[in-house]
């Protein structure tokens, strides 16, 4: 069974960048289907982004889209999320999860999670 550990959150100004990182231990990240969610205080938890266990697979939310990139360093046993042009209302806890099989957006497919990590961007 993979364990996830997430780094990278903080606080930034809208307009800033930061990375999330989502490293596996336990396994090689590389053939699970890894994604990131995002929850707001009194919001349900949203899917973001995702990259398939599948060569060049991913996918994003339409507000993440043009801004938001997921990546993989498979040597790091690694997956990001470089998250760019950051607004207000990306403020939320962010986690990062893994599946076996494709993507899929509902959170209640996922089977191993990190502990989150607070992106808060101020105006």
């Known amino acids: 069974q993979v364990q996830l550990v997430q780094s990278g959150g903080g606080l930034v100004q809208a307009g800033g960048s930061l990375r999330l990182s989502c490293a596996a231990s336990?396994?090689?990240?590389?053939?699970?289907?890894v994604a990131w969610f995002r929850q707001s205080p009194g919001k349900e938890r949203e899917f973001v982004s995702g990259t398939g266990h599948l060569p060049g697979i991913t996918d994003y939310v339409d507000s993440a889209k043009g801004r938001f990139t997921i990546s993989r360093d498979n040597a790091k046993n690694t997956v990001y999320l470089q998250m760019n042009s950051l607004k207000p209302e990306d403020t939320a806890v962010y986690y990062c999860?893994?599946?076996?099989?494709?993507?899929?957006?509902?959170?209640?497919?996922?089977?191993?999670w990190g502990q989150g990590t607070q992106v808060t961007v101020s105006p």
């Open positions: 336990g396994h090689t990240l590389s053939i699970y289907t």
């Open positions: 999860a893994a599946k076996t099989g494709g993507i899929i957006w509902a959170d209640s497919h996922y089977t191993t």
